[in-house]
């Protein structure tokens, strides 16, 4: 490291700020200076200026699967320069598999938000949340609701613990969504997010302003936003209490999503034995949680709950897994626990412990030969992993209240499930819970009165065990954030965090508007039919509500005999004429596939041509019978095209859902479907 720190910068208006020194960030491990930060005021006028007039209009130049590409792009970027972050990350104290998290986690969220773009939103900037909702008895009125960019700017504001993951987990759905943000990590760790933010300026993959980064203070920024702008928060329940009151937030109504201290249980369900499975993975998980990133996880276990006959099984075991653990600096061999982000960490995680070991029992703690390994440690912010046993939970509010932000938790007995139930909802709502049981009727029971209180749950059993992604996860895939003292938000969970900074509108009117409008045809809408087949035109060729009524059949018994011998299925009410004269249809009918097959050998155009393959059907449903005799028609248009953009190692290509409707010769809709396909471009 060079004698001067380097003075960290922030990104403001696509130029970075910051050349006067303020105040110095030190390392985690060693107390060393690593970086200061600048004194040079911020203009949040400009920022916001820039971020609505030169950014915004740039992202929504993009569409969505445009900004998933980008994605895609930049987490590749971001991986191959990996290791100069785990370089600079090793400052905050944490070990490599800590920092593994923050950073890799950070990547492969850009990763699965990438696809998670790919797969569920299509090539334009209208998202239809359909179906679509008749609202008349003729069907030319009709209601839906379309999701659109709000057109505003999303500011995050971050906690220390995870400066990367907790600043991508924000930024991934926010950029796919086209708003532009402006991020504020925790001043403590943002020498990281400064490095990552430095590799995503360089790379060039996003529009100037997609991300502009505040080293320091957030000044009047909150103060100045707007009716479209969106504020999402981690940290501290105090701060996010002030922030979310900000007189502004409130008379422009700007959504603010919150996430804050979190007093998660994990609960060792009654039908658990020692020397069971379940016994080991409890344990195990309740170490784990209490050391990884030195328990300074918004997720981590604060308060484990378990049966009183086992509770001293359970001190013991987890006191002889702590005790192995070996602390300090995670440079060197065989540390497993690294240290707090920051002496100001170390002192209020001590004074909590203080707080909270008032009255209980310290099970493990610095008494028992506490010696973090490494040069220069004594200036580091490390701290003891610090079991406490509470032995009567109902009567200590204190362990349910007050979070020590480190290697920090609480045992406490109970006699019944209810009991633990209760012990668990006095967390006044959790970010994640464990259950962890070897039998599905408690997991269900438990599940669903703890549910209330939480926004996730982790069930561990044997089974799951040795593919669960742990209790402390949170996934791109599944929601994060919980009711109550966690803040009460929403993040990640798939599209539902995408779907936070769009703007949801209900649309009413004809199927042919509601066509233009969500970009997919709508029954009843006004449809084009030409001479092409649409099976002979490529992708670009394509439009939404190109249409194909076919010729007609008529269902035979041989086709129903001849059916059933291909397929092996003699189902009675196919071939039993006695058993189906007594069914509500009161005769033999068609099997729903041959109606299936029968639509498909009217639809198509059988010789090679642009279309690729059929990957599958959507929604569908056999509304009506079709009898021995009955004649069959099939529509079929174009209801919606996704332009995924060109794949290396496939020809180019498109997606094309069409609209089936398979008609009898009465006019009654019989079969009803989307047929996927993929439909090749255009030769270059
Ligand atoms: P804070 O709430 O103090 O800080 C969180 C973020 O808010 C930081 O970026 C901080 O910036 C910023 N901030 C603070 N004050 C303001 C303000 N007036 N206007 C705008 N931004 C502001 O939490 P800490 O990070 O200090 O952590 C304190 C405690 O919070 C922990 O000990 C723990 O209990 C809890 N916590 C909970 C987490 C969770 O995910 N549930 C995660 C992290 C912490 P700056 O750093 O510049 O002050």
């Given at each position: 490291m060079s004698a001067t720190p380097p003075i960290l910068q922030s990104l403001i208006a696509n130029r970075w700020i910051g050349s006067q020194a303020a105040r110095a960030l030190h390392s985690a491990v060693n107390g060393r200076p690593v970086a200061?930060?600048?004194?040079?005021?911020?203009?949040?006028?400009?920022?916001?200026?820039?971020?609505?007039?030169?950014?915004?209009p740039a992202l929504l130049a993009l569409d969505f699967q445009q900004r998933a590409a980008?994605?895609?792009?930049?987490?590749?970027?971001?991986?191959?320069?990996?290791?100069?972050l785990y370089a600079i990350s090793a400052h905050t104290g944490g070990t490599r598999s800590d920092n593994w998290i923050d950073i890799e986690g950070g990547i492969g969220t850009l990763f699965a938000y990438a696809s998670i773009g790919r797969r569920e939103l299509p090539s334009s900037n209208v998202m239809h949340e359909g179906p679509a909702i008749p609202l008349s008895k003729e069907?030319?009125?009709?209601?839906?609701?379309?999701?659109?960019?709000k057109r505003g700017v999303a500011v995050h504001i971050n906690a220390f613990n995870f400066p990367m993951w907790g600043m991508l987990e924000k930024f991934a759905p926010s950029f796919l969504a086209g708003m532009p943000c402006i991020v504020k990590p925790a001043t403590a760790t943002s020498f990281v997010a400064e490095a990552c933010v430095r590799l995503i300026h360089e790379s060039g993959l996003l529009p100037a302003g997609s991300l502009q980064l505040i080293v320091g203070g957030s000044g009047d920024l909150l103060d100045?936003?707007?009716?479209?702008?969106?504020?999402?928060?981690?940290?501290?329940?105090?701060?996010?209490?002030?922030?979310?009151?900000?007189?502004?937030?409130?008379?422009?109504?700007?959504?603010?999503?919150?996430?804050?201290?979190?007093?998660?249980?994990?609960?060792?369900a009654p039908d658990v034995e020692v020397g069971d499975p379940e016994f080991e993975l409890f344990v195990k998980e309740v170490a784990r949680e209490m050391t990884a990133k030195t328990g300074q996880k918004c997720t981590a276990i604060r308060r484990a709950i378990?049966?009183?006959?086992?509770?001293?099984?359970?001190?013991?075991?987890?006191r002889a897994r702590l005790a192995k653990i070996?602390?300090?600096?995670?440079?060197?061999?065989?540390?497993?626990?690294?240290?707090?982000?920051?002496?100001?960490?170390?002192?209020?995680?001590?004074?909590r412990v203080a707080l909270l070991s008032a009255g209980n029992e310290i099970v493990f703690g610095a008494k028992d030969g506490f010696a973090p390994v490494g040069e220069g440690v004594g200036e580091g912010a490390f701290f003891a992993p610090t079991l406490l046993l509470c032995r009567d939970a109902f009567a200590n509010e204190q362990v349910h209240n007050l979070e020590a932000f480190g290697p920090v938790s609480t045992l406490m007995p109970y006699q019944e499930l209810d009991e633990a139930l209760s012990l668990a909802a006095k967390g006044r709502g959790s970010l994640v819970g464990s259950v962890v049981t070897k039998t599905p009727a408690i997991a269900a029971q438990a599940v669903y009165h703890a549910a209330a209180f939480h926004g996730r749950l982790l069930v561990l059993d044997r089974d799951a065990a040795k593919e669960s992604t742990g209790h402390g996860s949170p996934l791109p895939q599944l929601k994060h954030g919980g009711p109550g003292r966690a803040g009460g938000g929403e993040e990640l969970g798939g599209i539902r965090s995408v779907k936070h900074y769009l703007q949801r509108c209900a649309v009413q009117g004809s199927p042919t508007m509601l066509s233009a409008i969500t970009g997919e045809y709508q029954r009843g809408g006004r449809v084009q039919e030409d001479a092409v087949h649409p099976f002979r035109k490529y992708f670009e060729e394509i439009q939404v509500g190109d249409s194909l009524l076919t010729h007609?059949?008529?269902?035979?018994?041989?086709?129903?005999?001849?059916?059933?011998?291909?397929?092996?299925?003699?189902?009675?009410?196919?071939?039993?004429?006695?058993?189906?004269?007594?069914?509500?249809?009161?005769?033999?009918?068609a099997h729903g596939y041959f109606?299936?097959?029968?639509?498909?050998?009217?639809?198509?155009?059988?010789?090679?041509?642009?279309?690729?393959?059929?990957?599958?059907?959507?929604?569908?449903?056999?509304?009506?019978?079709?009898?021995?005799?009955?004649?069959?028609?099939?529509?079929?248009?174009?209801k919606r095209r996704i332009d995924r953009g060109n794949r290396p190692d496939q020809p180019p290509q498109g997606v094309v859902a069409w609209d089936v409707q398979v008609m009898n010769q009465r006019g009654e809709l019989v079969a009803s479907y989307d047929i996927l396909t993929l439909v090749a471009k255009k030769p270059a």
């Amino acid at each position: 490291m060079s004698a001067t720190p380097p003075i960290l910068q922030s990104l403001i208006a696509n130029r970075w700020i910051g050349s006067q020194a303020a105040r110095a960030l030190h390392s985690a491990v060693n107390g060393r200076p690593v970086a200061l930060t600048h004194a040079d005021e911020i203009d949040f006028a400009e920022s916001l200026s820039y971020a609505r007039g030169q950014a915004l209009p740039a992202l929504l130049a993009l569409d969505f699967q445009q900004r998933a590409a980008r994605l895609k792009a930049l987490a590749t970027y971001l991986l191959e320069r990996k290791e100069g972050l785990y370089a600079i990350s090793a400052h905050t104290g944490g070990t490599r598999s800590d920092n593994w998290i923050d950073i890799e986690g950070g990547i492969g969220t850009l990763f699965a938000y990438a696809s998670i773009g790919r797969r569920e939103l299509p090539s334009s900037n209208v998202m239809h949340e359909g179906p679509a909702i008749p609202l008349s008895k003729e069907g030319q009125f009709i209601g839906s609701h379309i999701l659109v960019p709000k057109r505003g700017v999303a500011v995050h504001i971050n906690a220390f613990n995870f400066p990367m993951w907790g600043m991508l987990e924000k930024f991934a759905p926010s950029f796919l969504a086209g708003m532009p943000c402006i991020v504020k990590p925790a001043t403590a760790t943002s020498f990281v997010a400064e490095a990552c933010v430095r590799l995503i300026h360089e790379s060039g993959l996003l529009p100037a302003g997609s991300l502009q980064l505040i080293v320091g203070g957030s000044g009047d920024l909150l103060d100045r936003l707007e009716e479209t702008d969106v504020v999402t928060f981690t940290g501290s329940a105090d701060t996010a209490a002030m922030l979310r009151v900000n007189k502004n937030l409130i008379a422009r109504s700007i959504p603010f999503n919150g996430e804050a201290d979190s007093l998660n249980c994990a609960i060792l369900a009654p039908d658990v034995e020692v020397g069971d499975p379940e016994f080991e993975l409890f344990v195990k998980e309740v170490a784990r949680e209490m050391t990884a990133k030195t328990g300074q996880k918004c997720t981590a276990i604060r308060r484990a709950i378990v049966p009183a006959r086992h509770i001293d099984a359970v001190a013991e075991a987890l006191r002889a897994r702590l005790a192995k653990i070996k602390v300090g600096d995670p440079a060197v061999d065989g540390v497993r626990m690294g240290a707090l982000a920051s002496k100001a960490q170390q002192a209020d995680v001590a004074e909590r412990v203080a707080l909270l070991s008032a009255g209980n029992e310290i099970v493990f703690g610095a008494k028992d030969g506490f010696a973090p390994v490494g040069e220069g440690v004594g200036e580091g912010a490390f701290f003891a992993p610090t079991l406490l046993l509470c032995r009567d939970a109902f009567a200590n509010e204190q362990v349910h209240n007050l979070e020590a932000f480190g290697p920090v938790s609480t045992l406490m007995p109970y006699q019944e499930l209810d009991e633990a139930l209760s012990l668990a909802a006095k967390g006044r709502g959790s970010l994640v819970g464990s259950v962890v049981t070897k039998t599905p009727a408690i997991a269900a029971q438990a599940v669903y009165h703890a549910a209330a209180f939480h926004g996730r749950l982790l069930v561990l059993d044997r089974d799951a065990a040795k593919e669960s992604t742990g209790h402390g996860s949170p996934l791109p895939q599944l929601k994060h954030g919980g009711p109550g003292r966690a803040g009460g938000g929403e993040e990640l969970g798939g599209i539902r965090s995408v779907k936070h900074y769009l703007q949801r509108c209900a649309v009413q009117g004809s199927p042919t508007m509601l066509s233009a409008i969500t970009g997919e045809y709508q029954r009843g809408g006004r449809v084009q039919e030409d001479a092409v087949h649409p099976f002979r035109k490529y992708f670009e060729e394509i439009q939404v509500g190109d249409s194909l009524l076919t010729h007609r059949r008529t269902v035979s018994e041989a086709d129903i005999v001849n059916f059933g011998g291909v397929s092996g299925d003699y189902f009675y009410m196919h071939f039993d004429e006695v058993a189906a004269k007594d069914t509500q249809f009161g005769q033999r009918i068609a099997h729903g596939y041959f109606v299936l097959s029968a639509a498909a050998g009217l639809f198509v155009s059988p010789a090679p041509g642009p279309v690729l393959a059929n990957y599958g059907l959507d929604t569908l449903r056999f509304v009506n019978p079709v009898a021995i005799g009955d004649t069959i028609q099939a529509r079929l248009t174009c209801k919606r095209r996704i332009d995924r953009g060109n794949r290396p190692d496939q020809p180019p290509q498109g997606v094309v859902a069409w609209d089936v409707q398979v008609m009898n010769q009465r006019g009654e809709l019989v079969a009803s479907y989307d047929i996927l396909t993929l439909v090749a471009k255009k030769p270059a």
